[in-house]
């Protein structure tokens, strides 16, 4: 469990997020214009008449977006609802044309429903996580506000673009359930497996530094052992795993003070301040009769027939949880390795095709992949089969190259030294095949049993005292003459042969 250390006790957090992706689509939910939003296109070139709220414009709804908003559904094991309405969510922003925003309310059913997701939880098992929905909206515009000394520009490109907001749920009937995020490193893989099954469905780029993911990071606190929830706040418009976990540990100090020194935590809309890691308040935080919904009278009610969702359920590819399952159950891995896969469907991509129809070379490249290849980043491009460097570029390692290593080992053509000298050469950027380097840099391992002999019968006749210690019972020194046959051959020999010899020798 996460806790926190106070004055007074030991803390807890609940930790629940409004996680926003933008919808792949050709054009916006509501109208024509394209919806291929991203910052390099010109201000205000990729808006219709219906996103900026011209008079006698009314709004048709995109059907793919639909189907996308099923598809992911589908992808979280949630309900589809066979009838949601769509509603007018009333605030004023300059980045809203309409003066409101075209969502799903809240006290009717979304197009998703009551869901479920799969993440490692910090005990390094799987949790479930429980989602309340996933409503369709649209996206306002934004703001800028450092292109002139006193005016501020809008800019509407992105204005109508549809989004998908995914909300955790939290069993406030049932306060003793913990199946909901409890630190910031599950907040970071809740969202993390919120964007590989977004990918890999195709249903959204899910990119947090160009925006098309974000979200709003819910915070409270409770001493350990207590069951009733406390006052929360929300961080808004959150871009970055990174300061999602940091924004998170601060609010969650921040209001363990409060507590501690008598005060009272007060529901608040924050901002996070990425100079210094901070939080601060924003506004009193809206509840839902703050927004005045009311049913768009120019969207009539959407329908979803069974039909529809069978047909879509059957374009559906492997997700991010079945890969794991299949992992631990065809492939033999730790759950933590399967885990680690999964991370990205590039990852478990690359994997797959080092893989190939070899199961035997899973465990061996799981355990390379993430000892080795995971912390040179630099020398493994997951989108990347390029064999050499180009313009003095770190050379990338394909799935090929750490295919063959593994079936060199399990051949007996080099030992697990030789193995990380060869890994090491190719990190420095040596060109070829492992094959190729062992060839070039001769580290073959010997395997014929004459030479090894003769290397040990040199070993035992220089070593006569130990021979005799070793036969009087200290069978410990095994060791000792493993390791002077090794430097004798030069790492060469194959270590499993060198000791069946030497017990034979010494028996």
């Known amino acids: ?33 394209s919806a291929n939003y991203n910052p390099t296109i010109a201000p205000n070139t990729q808006v219709s008449m219906v996103d900026v709220a011209m008079p006698g414009m009314l709004p048709v709804l995109n059907e793919h977006c639909v189907e996308q908003a099923i598809k992911f559904g589908l992808g979280i094991n949630a309900e589809i609802s066979h009838k949601s309405m769509f509603a007018r969510k009333q605030y004023f922003y300059p980045d809203l044309p309409q003066g409101y925003q075209i969502s799903q309310p809240a006290n009717e059913p979304p197009v998703v429903g009551r869901g479920w997701i799969e993440i490692m ?35 509407y490109n992105r204005t109508g673009v549809a989004l998908l907001e995914i909300v955790t749920f939290l069993d406030t009937k049932n306060p003793e359930n913990n199946s909901y995020i409890t630190s910031p490193d599950e907040a970071e893989r ?48 959150m871009v970055s795993f990174k300061f999602i976990k940091n924004a998170i540990e601060y609010e969650a100090r921040r209001q363990i003070e409060i507590y501690e020194n008598g005060g009272t935590v007060s529901q608040d809309t924050m901002r996070y301040s990425q100079g210094d890691g901070t939080t601060s308040v924003l506004r ?14 120019d969207l009539l009610p959407l329908y979803i027939d069974d039909e529809t969702i069978e047909r879509i359920r059957k374009t559906m590819p492997e997700l991010p949880s079945a890969t794991r399952a299949r992992y631990i159950n065809d492939l033999g891995l730790a759950e933590y390795d399967a885990a680690r896969l999964t991370e990205t469907t590039d990852i478990s991509h690359w994997f797959d095709v080092a893989v190939g ?7 061996p490249i799981a355990n390379w992949m993430i000892s080795e290849l995971f912390a040179h980043p630099e020398n493994w491009d997951v989108t990347n089969e390029k064999t050499v460097s180009d313009d003095g570029a770190p050379r990338i390692i394909t799935p090929s190259d750490l295919a063959m290593l593994v079936d060199m080992i399990s051949e007996n053509q080099i030992n697990g030294k030789q193995a990380k000298e060869i890994f090491i050469k190719m990190l420095d950027g040596e060109s070829g095949t492992p094959q190729d380097i062992a060839d070039k840099f001769g580290m073959k391992q010997i395997t014929d049993t004459s030479a090894i002999e003769s290397a040990v019968d040199a070993v035992i006749a220089a070593n006569a005292s130990q021979v005799e210690q070793y036969k009087s019972g200290k069978v410990g020194l095994l060791g000792f003459f493993v390791g002077n046959v090794m430097k004798a051959t030069g790492g060469k020999a194959n270590p499993a042969i060198v000791n069946e010899i030497i017990r034979k020798k010494l028996a």
């Not at 390094?124 to 002139?148: N, P, S, T, V, Y």
Request: with cysteine.
């Open 1 to 33: 469990m996460y806790t926190i250390k106070g004055k007074t006790c030991d803390w807890e957090l609940v930790i629940g997020l409004e996680t926003h992706i933008e919808v792949l689509s050709n054009s916006k939910i509501f109208s024509g214009a």
């Open 121 to 155: 939880g910090d005990d390094g098992k799987q949790k479930k996580i429980f989602i309340e929905r996933a409503h369709l909206e649209q996206d306002a515009g934004k703001l800028k506000h450092d292109m002139h000394p006193t005016k501020s520009f809008a800019d």
């Open 190 to 237: 809740y969202l993390r497996e919120i964007r590989e099954i977004a990918r890999a469905l195709g249903v959204s780029k899910a990119n947090m530094e160009e925006g098309s993911m974000r979200a709003d990071v819910n915070v409270s606190v409770r001493p350990v052992g207590d069951t009733k929830f406390r006052t929360r706040t929300e961080t808004k418009n």
């Open 284 to 297: 009193s935080k809206e509840d839902a009769l703050d927004y005045r919904y009311f049913p768009d009278p």
């Open 357 to 363: 129809d070899n199961k035997q070379r899973a465990k």
